[in-house]
């Protein structure tokens, strides 16, 4: 649309009239608008940098923070690990429980053990000592 001129008080058109001083101001905003959208731009790229650099910040505390991921595979290997140990103690405990009960109950056990670790015989027989003959 076409911007007609006002006239002025006095009904002229010229310098120093309403319609001039109404295109000095659209020109004065149109100079204030540029620094306002550079600023503006400026904020917004500010932004977007504070919100990737908390991003990153997140994302290196979930991977290698207290709770982080790499720290959840190493509770992940030393659960197994122990699961693990904890099994073996499981099947000694009950391997030594067995032998526990052996030598409270069975006879041959007992014996066996008395011959071996005592040195024990049984009346009538005879002790033979077998010495080895590289040693001298």
Not at 59 to 63: F, H, N, T
């Given at each position: ?14 310098p ?12 004065r ?29 997140i ?5 290698v ?13 030393e659960h ?19 032998t526990?009960r052996?030598?409270r ?15 024990l ?11 080895d003959?590289?040693?001298?």
């Open positions: 649309m076409p911007v007609t001129p006002t006239p002025d008080r006095d009904g002229r058109n010229g120093g009239s309403a319609g001039e001083a109404a295109r000095a101001g659209r020109q905003r149109r100079a204030d608008a540029a620094p306002r959208a550079a600023a503006a731009a400026r904020r917004t790229r500010i932004t977007q940098i504070a919100l990737l650099a908390i991003a990153a910040v994302a290196i505390d979930a991977l923070g207290e709770k982080g991921l790499l720290q959840t595979f190493r509770a992940q290997r197994a690990r122990l699961v693990g140990s904890i099994t073996a103690l499981l099947h000694e405990n009950a391997r030594l429980r067995d526990a052996r030598l109950e069975d006879p041959a056990t007992i014996e066996e053990v008395a011959r071996r670790e005592l040195g015989i049984k009346p009538g027989e005879i002790l033979v000592i077998v010495r003959a590289q040693k001298r």
